[in-house]
C-alpha cells in the first residue's frame, strides 16, 4: 500500500494554476524526486502535501488517511515532515532548543505541571534534553548544541534542519532543495547523509532538487513538473532520456 | 534537579528578605506616602510588563492593547467587592478570569492577523473596550466606579508580583513556552514542527491578559475608584515602553523596565509635558541604538549581577 | 418619525458625512501612501494634521494672510516637518524590526503632541474667522458654506494628487517604489527621495485638512489629530491600505458611516463603531474593499 498518494491535485491562485492534476504515489521506504524547471510548482506540492495550502481539487492519502483540510501541525503530527527552500531555523535560538522544539507534540506533561515544576515535569524535560543531545551527537552537531542557530556555517545549518524535522520522528520526510548553495564536495556528503538517514530511521523520502547529480545519484524513482503538471516520471535512467524532460529544461545537462 | 531546588530555596530566601526589608520601612514610615504609593505602582507595572511580554516578547504577537485587560479586571473585579460583597481575593480571581476569558475571546478571531495589523486591532479592541465601559451605567458609566475599598497594599502586591513571575516564568520554561518561543522565531516553521500555533498563540494572550486583569484588580482596590480614562491607549502604550525598554523577552528586563519608567514618572509627576517629552525622545533614541532594550532576551542572573550583563539566555533550560 | 422628515434626516447626515468623509480621506492618503512606500503606519500622522491647523492659526492670526495663503503656508510647513520626520526618525530604522519603527512613529507622535502642548499651552485656541459660514437652505437641508468649502478644497487636493501621482515623473516614481522597493533602486530611481516626498505630499494634505477642520469647527487643540488620526487610519484600511482611490473612498465611507451614526443611533458609541469597522474588516476582508492580498512565501 502505498505511504502517500495524491490524485488530481491542483491548487489555482486566483487566475494562476500553479499546480494541476498532480498525481504521486509512493510506496514506504522508497527515495523519490521531485524536479522540474524554476516556477514549475515543485514547492507549492509540498506545501500541498504539508497542509499549508488547502488544494483547489484533489484527494491526498498519507498511510491510509484522508489528510486533505488537515492543518499543518496535524500533517506532522501524523508522520510527515519536511525541511523548507529558504532555511527556516529558529535563527536566534540555540541548536539545542532548535531540536527540543521537535519533542513539543510527544510531551505528556500538562500546563498546571509546568506552572507547579511537578516531578513530571522535570522528568520529561529531563528525557527531551537527552534525546536531543543524543540526536544531535549523531548529527555531528553536538559540540555546538548552545551555539546560536543563525551562526553556524550554511552547511550545518542546513544539517540542522533536517535533524530537526528526524527528531520528529517523522515516517515521511520532504526534503526541499536540501543540496541548494552547497558546492560539489557538501553536495556528496549530503547525498551519502541521505542514504544514510533513509536506512537509520526507516524512513521514506520526496525530495526536490536542482542538483542533477544528486538527484541521479539517490533517488530511486523521479517525477518531472513542468507548468504545474506531470510530465513524467520513473527510474533515473529512462528520465535521463525522456525527450519530453530535456525539452522542458532546454537543452540543461541531464 | 538538587541545583533547581537549591535555587529555588534560594529564591525563595531572597523573596522573604526583600519583602521583610520594604514592609519594615513601610511600617516604620521611612517611606512616606508619595513613595509607598510608588512602590504599589511599580509593583502593579511589572506584573503587566510581565503579562504583556509573555505575549509580545515571547510569542512575538504584537500587542497594543493591554489597558483593555487591565480595565476588565478591574471593573470586574470592583463589581464584586462592592455590589457582591466578596472578599478580595475572589475578587481578584474573579478580574483574573473575566480579563482572560475576554482575551481568549478576542484572541481566537484576531491572532491569525500578522505584525502591523495585529498590532492595529488590538488598539482598536482595546479602545472599544474602554468605550463600552464608559457607556455602562451600572459601573458608573462616565463618572466612573467610586466607593472601592482601598484592600491593596504592599503585601498583596508583592505576593502577586511573586505569583506572577513564578507562573510565568515556569510556563515560559516548559515545552509549552519553547512552543511560544518558536512562534515568535519563525511561525511557518514551528507549526511544521508539530506546533499548533493558534492554540499557543491564543494560550499566550489569554494567560497574559488574566494577568493584566490581576494588575487591574490591584489599580482599582488602591485608588477608591476606576475610570475609563486610567485604561486608555496610554496606558497600553506605558506598558509596552517598559517591555520594548526592558527587553523583549526577558522576565528581568520587564522587571527593570517597569521599575525604572515608574520610577521616571514618579519624579516627574509635577512636569507632565516634560515627562511625556523625556519619555518620547528616550523611547526613539532608544529604538534607533539599540531596539533590543536593556536585556535584550537575556536575564539577569545572579552570578553575574555585578557586572549588569545578560546572563542565561532563554530557552536553554 | 415620518417619511418625508426621515429622508431629509439621512440627506441631513449623509451631507455632513461627506464633510467628515472629505476630512478622513485628505489625512487617510497621508497613511496609505506612507503605508504603500514602505509599509509604516505612521503614528504621528495625525498630529502632523494638528500642527497644521496650528501653522493655519499662526498664518491667519499673525501672518494676517488670507485663507488660501494661509492654506499653502500651513500644506508647506507640515510638509517640510514630515520629511524632517522621515529623515530623523524612520530613515536610520529602515531595516528594523517592526516593532521598533512603530514604537518611534508613537514616540514621534507623542513628542509633536507634548512638544505643542508646551509651546502654545494645552488650551484650545480659537480660529480665526476667515472664511464666515453661510447657511444654505436647499429641500429642506441645511448646508453650510464651509462644507462647501471643505468639499471643493478636498476634491481639488484629490484630483491634484492623482494628476501627481499618475501624469509626472515622480508619480511613476512613487508607484514603482511602492511596488517593488529594490527593483526600482535597481532602475535608478532614487528611493530616498521618493520616500521624502511621499511624507511631504502626505503631510501636507494632512495639514490642509487640518485648517479647514479649524475653520469649520473653531476650535483647535494639540491633542484634537489623535481620534481623527485614527480613524483616518481605519479609513485608509476599509479602502486598501497603500491603495490612493482607497484612501479616498474609505474616508468618505467612514465619515458617512459615523455621520449616520451620530444622527441615528447614539453619539457616544460613534467612536467604538468606527474600531468595530475597523476589526470586521480586517478579519473579513484585511486587504479593504480596493487592496489586493499579499501572501507569504513559503
Keep these: 500500500m502505498a505511504l502517500l498518494k495524491a490524485t488530481k491535485l491542483s491548487k489555482v491562485f486566483g487566475g494562476l494554476r500553479a499546480v494541476s492534476n498532480f498525481e504521486i504515489d509512493i510506496a514506504p521506504g522508497q527515495l523519490v524526486g521531485l524536479i522540474g524547471p524554476n516556477g514549475a510548482g515543485k514547492t507549492t506540492a509540498f506545501n500541498l502535501l504539508t497542509g499549508v495550502y488547502e488544494p483547489t481539487t484533489g484527494e491526498i492519502e498519507f498511510d491510509g488517511k484522508n489528510v486533505v483540510g488537515l492543518k499543518p501541525y496535524q500533517i506532522t503530527q501524523l508522520g510527515i515532515a519536511r525541511t523548507f527552500q529558504n532555511i527556516r531555523l529558529f535563527a536566534d535560538l540555540s541548536v539545542l ?20 515544576r511537578t516531578s513530571s515535569y522535570h522528568k520529561e524535560e529531563a528525557e527531551i534534553e537527552e534525546k536531543a543531545v543524543r540526536f544531535l551527537e549523531i548529527f555531528k552537531l553536538a559540540d555546538k548544541k548552545d551555539k546560536i542557530a543563525k551562526n553556524l556555517p550554511y552547511g550545518e545549518q542546513r544539517r540542522l534542519e533536517i535533524a530537526r524535522a528526524l527528531a520528529a520522528q517523522p515516517k515521511l520526510l520532504l526534503l526541499d532543495e536540501p543540496a541548494a548553495g552547497m558546492n560539489p564536495q557538501e553536495t556528496q556528503q549530503l547525498m551519502e547523509m541521505i542514504r544514510w538517514i533513509k536506512k537509520e530511521f526507516n524512513l521514506t523520502i520526496l525530495l526536490i532538487e536542482h542538483d542533477m547529480s544528486l538527484v541521479m545519484g539517490v533517488c530511486e524513482r523521479i517525477y518531472v513538473l513542468d507548468y504545474g503538471t506531470i510530465i513524467a516520471q520513473g527510474t533515473p535512467l529512462e528520465i535521463k532520456s525522456n525527450p519530453r524532460v530535456i525539452e522542458a529544461y532546454l537543452g540543461e545537462e541531464v | 534537579m538538587r541545583a533547581k531546588t537549591k535555587t529555588d530555596i534560594a529564591g525563595l530566601v531572597a523573596c522573604i528578605l526583600v519583602y521583610a526589608a520594604i514592609q519594615g520601612l513601610i511600617l516604620t514610615e521611612f517611606i512616606g506616602p508619595f513613595w509607598q504609593l510608588n512602590i504599589i505602582l511599580i509593583g502593579i507595572n511589572i506584573i503587566l510588563a510581565v503579562s504583556l511580554n509573555l505575549i509580545n516578547g515571547f510569542t512575538g504577537q504584537f500587542s497594543i492593547g493591554h489597558a483593555g485587560f487591565m480595565a476588565v479586571g478591574a471593573y470586574v473585579s470592583a463589581v464584586l467587592t462592592v455590589k457582591l460583597q466578596l472578599p478580595f481575593l475572589a475578587a481578584i480571581v474573579g478580574g483574573a ?40 451605567q451600572y459601573v458608573g458609566g462616565a463618572s466612573g466606579f467610586m466607593g472601592i475599598p482601598r484592600y491593596t497594599d504592599f503585601t498583596w502586591v508583592f505576593a502577586l508580583v511573586v505569583f506572577t513571575v513564578f507562573v510565568i516564568k515556569n510556563f515560559i520554561d516548559s515545552t509549552h513556552g519553547r512552543a511560544c518561543i518558536s512562534i515568535r522565531e519563525n511561525e511557518i516553521a514551528a507549526e511544521a514542527m508539530g506546533v499548533d500555533t493558534t492554540k499557543y498563540k491564543v494560550l499566550a494572550f489569554t494567560i497574559g491578559a488574566a494577568f493584566a486583569g490581576v494588575a487591574g484588580s490591584l489599580f482599582a482596590h488602591y485608588f477608591y475608584i476606576a475610570h475609563p480614562a486610567s485604561f486608555t491607549f496610554m496606558r497600553s502604550f506605558d506598558i509596552l515602553t517598559m517591555v520594548v525598554l526592558g527587553g523583549l523577552g526577558s522576565i528581568t528586563g520587564s522587571i527593570t523596565g517597569a521599575v525604572l519608567l515608574t520610577f521616571v514618572s514618579a519624579t516627574l509627576a509635577s512636569y507632565p509635558e516634560w515627562r511625556m517629552i523625556i519619555y518620547s525622545v528616550v523611547l526613539i533614541i532608544l529604538m534607533i541604538y539599540r531596539p533590543q532594550g536593556l536585556l535584550g532576551n537575556k536575564e539577569l542572573s545572579l552570578k553575574l549581577l555585578g557586572r549588569l550583563t545578560g546572563g542565561k539566555k532563554h530557552g536553554s533550560a | 418619525m415620518d417619511s418625508s422628515s426621515l429622508v431629509v434626516q439621512l440627506g441631513q447626515q449623509l451631507i455632513n458625512g461627506i464633510s467628515l468623509g472629505s476630512i478622513y480621506a485628505l489625512i487617510a492618503l497621508g497613511y496609505t501612501m506612507v503605508y504603500g512606500i514602505i509599509r509604516l503606519i505612521n503614528f504621528a500622522h495625525g498630529d502632523i494634521y494638528m500642527v497644521g491647523a496650528y501653522a493655519g492659526f499662526f498664518a491667519t492670526s499673525v501672518l494676517k494672510l488670507s485663507f488660501i495663503p494661509a492654506l499653502l503656508f500651513s ?9 524632517i520626520i522621515e529623515r530623523i526618525a524612520y530613515r ?50 441645511v448646508i453650510n458654506s464651509q462644507q462647501v468649502l471643505i468639499l471643493v478644497v478636498s ?45 511631504g505630499i502626505g503631510s501636507a494634505l494632512a495639514a490642509a485638512a487640518g485648517v479647514l477642520v479649524g475653520i469649520y469647527y473653531n476650535s483647535i487643540d494639540p491633542l484634537m489629530g489623535i481620534m481623527p488620526g485614527l480613524k483616518a487610519f481605519v479609513a485608509a484600511v476599509i479602502g486598501g491600505i497603500g491603495n490612493i482611490p482607497g484612501a479616498m473612498l474609505g474616508g468618505t465611507i467612514l465619515g458617512v458611516i459615523e455621520a449616520l451614526v451620530s444622527g441615528f443611533w447614539s453619539s457616544t458609541f460613534r467612536d467604538a463603531v468606527a474600531f468595530g469597522i475597523l476589526i470586521v474588516i480586517l478579519l473579513l476582508r484585511p486587504a479593504g474593499l480596493l487592496g489586493k492580498n499579499i501572501r507569504e512565501k513559503v
Design chain 1, 97 to 116: 532548543d532548535n531540536v527540543k522544539i521537535a519533542y513539543h507534540f510527544h510531551v505528556k506533561y500538562g500546563l498546571l505541571a509546568s506552572f507547579l
Design chain 3, 75 to 83: 500644506m508647506a510647513a507640515a510638509g517640510m516637518l514630515g520629511i
Design chain 2, 97 to 136: 478570569l473575566g480579563a482572560g476569558a475576554l482575551g481568549f475571546a478576542i484572541g481566537l478571531p484576531t491572532l491569525r492577523l500578522r505584525g502591523d495589523y495585529l498590532a492595529i486591532a488590538t488598539l482598536g479592541l482595546g479602545e472599544i473596550i474602554r468605550i463600552c465601559i464608559l457607556n455602562i
Design chain 3, 92 to 141: 536610520p530604522l529602515r531595516n528594523a524590526p517592526k516593532i521598533a519603527i512603530l514604537i518611534t512613529a508613537i514616540g514621534v507622535s507623542l513628542l509633536i503632541e507634548y512638544t505643542t502642548m508646551l509651546l502654545v499651552s494645552p488650551q484650545p485656541r480659537t480660529f480665526p474667522a476667515i472664511f464666515t459660514a453661510d447657511i444654505y437652505h436647499i429641500a429642506g437641508l
Design chain 3, 155 to 199: 476634491l481639488l487636493l484629490m484630483i491634484s494628487l492623482t494628476y501627481v501621482v499618475h501624469q509626472t515623473k515622480m508619480g511613476k516614481a512613487m508607484r514603482a517604489v511602492s511596488f517593488d522597493t529594490d527593483a526600482s533602486r535597481l532602475m535608478g530611481i532614487n528611493v530616498d527621495r521618493v520616500i521624502s516626498f511621499t511624507f
